[in-house]
């Protein structure tokens, strides 16, 4: 079967709902199936972060620059600083038929869903929203202010999920790996993406139907 165009996936969720392992163990398990997207930040760098493999870090006017050329798929701005995704990076992989993910929030999950209307949206989430709030509590690293705001942020993206393609409830993380890498594979199946193939296959099907070879 032949796929010319890559798939756009687009990976959110509540923070708190371990997308960030998620994705880590997912391409850990599949390197050869995905290709990631690398996002452009002004946000600080944190200790261990390396530029080019985990941002693009940008200034403020930098960032701004690359919005008025054109140069973002989608940006949005996070908790006070600008994200987005490098256009051109994204746009090749899907031309040359590789699956690019997103790791991305809400906002600009919904406007790549305008630009590329295939885009696979999973959502990832715990299985309730008890689980959600023990997560933040357990990390022990936030203060109480801080997991309220997160509370609140989540419960306004909730708002949202319902235009997702897809949960991806995180309760067993390896089970929840295979879920997600095998949504992908078998989305690559469904029929409103294959009408080319269908068409290819009718056209030979009619040239051996007519027994010419
Ligand atoms: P963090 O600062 O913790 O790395 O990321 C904060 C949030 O920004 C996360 O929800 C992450 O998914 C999101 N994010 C990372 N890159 C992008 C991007 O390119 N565009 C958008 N819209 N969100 C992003």
């Given at each position: 079967m032949n796929f010319n165009k890559g798939l756009?996936?687009?990976l959110s969720g509540f923070s708190g709902a371990?997308?960030?392992t998620i994705m880590k163990h997912l391409l850990d398990k599949h390197k050869d199936a995905y290709h990631l997207s690398i996002s452009a930040t002004t946000r600080d760098k944190r200790t261990g972060e390396k530029e080019g493999r985990d941002y693009f870090f940008k200034t403020k006017e930098?960032?701004?620059?690359?919005?008025?050329d054109g140069e973002f798929l989608?940006?949005?701005n996070f908790n006070g600083n600008y994200y987005g995704t490098p256009k051109s990076y994204v746009d090749s992989l899907?031309?040359?038929g590789k699956d690019v993910i997103l790791e991305i929030e809400i906002n600009g999950a919904l406007q790549v869903k305008k630009i590329y209307p295939d885009a696979l949206l999973l959502f990832v989430t715990p299985p309730d929203a008890k689980q959600l709030k023990e997560r933040l509590?357990?990390?022990g690293t936030e203060t109480k202010e801080v997991i309220e705001q997160r509370l609140d942020l989540a419960y306004q993206q909730s708002f949202l999920m319902d235009q997702y393609d897809y949960l991806v409830v995180n309760d067993d993380l390896d089970e929840c790996v295979e879920r997600v890498h095998e949504t992908i594979q078998n989305e690559k199946f469904r029929i409103h993406r294959n009408l080319n193939n269908i068409e290819i296959m009718k056209k030979e099907l009619e040239v051996f139907s007519k027994g010419d070879n």
């Open positions: 756009v996936i687009v371990g997308k960030g930098q960032f701004e620059c690359l919005i008025e989608e940006y949005a899907v031309e040359e509590v357990g990390r």
